[in-house]
T-cell receptor, first 115, second 113 residues
Framework: GAVVSQHPSRVICKSGTSVKIECRSL??????MFWYRQFPKKSLMLMAT?????????EQGVEKDKFLINHASLTLSTLTVTSAHPEDSSFYIC???????????FGPGTRLLVL | QKEVEQDPGPLSVPEGAIVSLNCTYS??????FMWYRQYSRKGPELLMY????GNKEDGRFTAQVDKSSKYISLFIRDSQPSDSATYLC?????????????FGKGTLLTVNP
């Protein structure tokens, strides 16, 4: 149980375009979803926390107009990187929790490359 | 000083060795401690979850927490090549899955057959 999927697993896009990443909880209802970013050989950095039906809470230094997060249902959250630039290239990972669980369950990640 | 410090390694050991992985932290508000395993290009997978000082054992894995020293460890006994991965410590101020996690950088472990 507690499976989280992400789509796509890998995406390459041109600079200036927008990219949408989906995070789904497959076998439980996720009241809270988290979005992380991970650079090579670096730790996971929390970008934002989203609760179903509410606006996301962004961490300091994360541009909310650039990284749009939507958590419209208990099984789906999306992260849209708007007007992507090469410095946005990274590994984006989501996690989901049901509130009653001990910890968060992570998705497999999405590798974004902006050319 | 970063909230969580973890030696990134890399750490290379022969099969069957005992592995010791460590993290230190500065925020005394952290009360819940986790260890995750992350294979290359994959999401983290929870290995151990503890909230009290002392040891917690699960199979070949033992998590140790010393809140007075702000120091946590993960021991892997009889290490296997399949244990080769990056190990991340994580901690939070509250229990339950809604609290945000603060991660260490991760330690890259290679177990050689």
């Amino acid at each position: 149980g507690a499976v989280v999927s992400q789509h796509p697993s890998r995406v390459i896009c041109k600079s200036g375009t927008s990219v949408k990443i989906e995070c789904r909880s497959l076998d439980f209802q996720a009241t809270t979803m988290f979005w992380y970013r991970q650079f090579p050989k670096k730790s996971l950095m929390l970008m934002a926390t989203s609760n179903e039906g509410s606006k996301a809470t962004y961490e300091q230094g994360v541009e909310k107009d650039k990284f749009l997060i939507n958590h419209a249902s208990l099984t789906l959250s999306t992260l849209t990187v708007t007007s992507a630039h090469p410095e946005d290239s990274s590994f984006y990972i989501c996690s989901a929790s049901s509130g009653g669980s001990e910890t968060q369950y992570f998705g497999p990640g999405t590798r974004l490359l902006v050319l | 000083q970063k909230e969580v410090e973890q030696d990134p390694g890399p750490l290379s050991v022969p099969e069957g060795a005992i592995v010791s992985l460590n993290c230190t932290y500065s925020n005394s508000a952290f009360q819940y401690f986790m260890w995750y395993r992350q294979y290359s290009r994959k999401g983290p997978e929870l290995l151990m979850y503890t909230y009290s000082s002392g040891n917690k054992e699960d199979g070949r894995f033992t998590a140790q927490v010393d809140k007075s020293s702000k120091y946590i460890s993960l021991f892997i006994r009889d290490s296997q090549p399949s244990d080769s991965a990056t190990y991340l410590c994580a901690m939070s101020v509250g229990g339950g899955s809604n609290y945000k996690l603060t991660f260490g950088k991760g330690t890259l472990l290679t177990v050689n057959p």
